[in-house]
């Protein structure tokens, strides 16, 4: 969706003289996957013609792309003031602002939007993102539910859905949302993310699912402990250690999959291997406070 964009910005941006060859160098450069020299080559194009929006919101998508979501923010900001009434301009600034957490300003460049044009599938889909993570689930619900064609092909609108439905007291849907995460092949970040909806609706086989799908390419060290306390919470306790000794073993456990593990170890009356993980975990962080209590916190 924002290449779409990026694409539309740049077809829009001036093509005569200097700015607009580096612009076209730019576009040339992003179909190659270039985006450090795409960048170079709009900065260059946006010094020579400062007013140009479209030279703007290119610069700000490559930026954003890049994960430079703050200084995107600048560009975008300054082509939305140039061009206020350009939907396009003002998606993108709208999807930034989202995407920062600036979920007020989102919101309200969203409102305009879709006072302008109600059926505005991307700003209807933002809008339930946005409300999702403003806690208003029925907003959210309502959206969202309002673009299915959009939302089975944008995974994290599934998750956004699902949590949503739990909120509002809907949890078979929330369910199926979840299976279908799982039914797709998301990236791991996404799956994590709905391993965590299904921890709160304590849908904890759901959940363990959907950690291990993400576990083989996601590279946060506290999936371990995720995944080892989605497996406890249905009572497994021995494969909730084993999944975190495996972690600690492969150098993949976080500060939280160390105190889960030994409360495991206690639990069951292993407390010299639970010290021995407790010494091992307060070497690693010697800033956690859940590491230096008396051994006896371990018994």
């Known amino acids: 969706m924002i290449a779409a964009i990026l694409v539309l910005a740049l077809a829009g941006a001036q093509s005569d003289g200097t700015a607009g060859q580096h612009a076209e ?60 009434d350009d939907s396009l301009l003002r998606r993108n600034l709208a999807a930034n602002e989202w995407q920062l957490g600036r979920f007020r300003e989102a919101h309200e460049n969203l409102n305009r939007l879709l006072h302008s044009n109600p059926h505005d599938k991307v700003a209807i889909f933002l809008m339930g993102m946005v409300c999702e993570n403003e806690r208003d689930y029925a907003c959210s619900v309502k959206r969202l539910e309002s673009i299915p064609d959009v939302v089975q092909h944008q995974p994290e609108a599934l998750v956004a859905l699902a949590s949503s439905y739990y909120h509002v007291g809907r949890r078979n849907d929330g369910e199926s949302a979840l299976n279908a995460v799982l039914s797709r092949d998301v990236k791991p970040q996404v799956a994590f993310m709905a391993g965590r909806v299904a921890m709160d609706a304590h849908e904890f086989g759901l959940a363990e699912r959907l950690f291990s799908t993400a576990a083989p390419g996601y590279s946060d060290r506290g999936i371990s402990a995720q995944l080892a306390l989605a497996q406890y919470r249905q009572g497994r306790a021995g494969d909730a250690e084993k999944t975190l000794v ?38 690693l962080f010697p800033d956690s406070p859940r590491f230096s209590r008396p051994r006896a916190h371990w018994k």
């Open 25 to 84: 160098r730019a576009s040339a450069l992003m179909q190659r996957g270039d985006l450090k020299n795409a960048e170079t080559e709009l900065r260059k194009a946006v010094d020579l013609s400062p007013n140009d929006p479209a030279l703007l919101t290119s610069l700000g998508g490559v930026l954003g792309m890049e994960g430079d979501l703050r200084d995107a923010n600048v560009f975008f900001a300054k082509a939305v003031k140039l061009r206020p």
């Open 246 to 283: 495996d972690a600690v073993d492969a150098k993949r456990a976080n500060a939280d999959a160390y105190v889960l593990l030994c409360k495991l170890m206690g639990d069951r009356g292993a407390y010299a291997k639970a010290l021995e993980f407790a010494a091992g975990a307060a070497r």
